[in-house]
């Protein structure tokens, strides 16, 4: 029971660090690149991340295989039309100005 809630402490500490858009591209056949920096993130090959988007809604988390080399100093994702919740996030990106912030 201890390690889980010392898990559960990490996570909740992890997503209360702020994450920045570098840069959101909108791909072909309703793809959507999105280019994310998170201060002292490190990443391996095949890791995933649990995405979040308050907007559409505060509980769903959904997984998503991170797409950028261990290199770069960014990490990012390509979301496919494939549902409720990429379609509801494809139309937010898709309606934002040109330059702007997406959505926490």
Same mark, same amino acid.
């Given at each position: 029971m201890?390690?889980? +809630?010392?898990?559960? *402490? ?5 997503? %209360?660090?702020?994450? #920045? /858009?570098?840069k959101?591209v ?5 793809? +959507?690149?999105?280019? *994310?920096v998170k201060?002292?993130?490190? %990443?391996?090959?095949? #890791? /995933? ?5 308050p907007?559409?809604?505060? +509980? ?5 295989t991170?797409?950028s ?36």
């Amino acid at each position: 029971m201890i390690i889980y +809630l010392c898990e559960r *402490l990490v996570r909740f500490i992890r997503y %209360m660090q702020n994450v #920045q /858009y570098r840069k959101i591209v909108m791909r072909p056949s309703k793809v +959507l690149e999105l280019q *994310l920096v998170k201060k002292s993130f490190k %990443m391996d090959v095949g #890791q /995933y991340v649990f995405l979040n988007c308050p907007a559409i809604s505060q +509980l769903e988390w959904h997984p998503f295989t991170m797409t950028s080399a261990p290199e770069e100093d960014f990490f990012s994702v390509h979301i496919r039309s494939a549902g409720d919740w990429t379609d509801k996030l494809i139309d937010i990106m898709q309606k934002l100005p040109e330059g702007a912030q997406g959505p926490k």
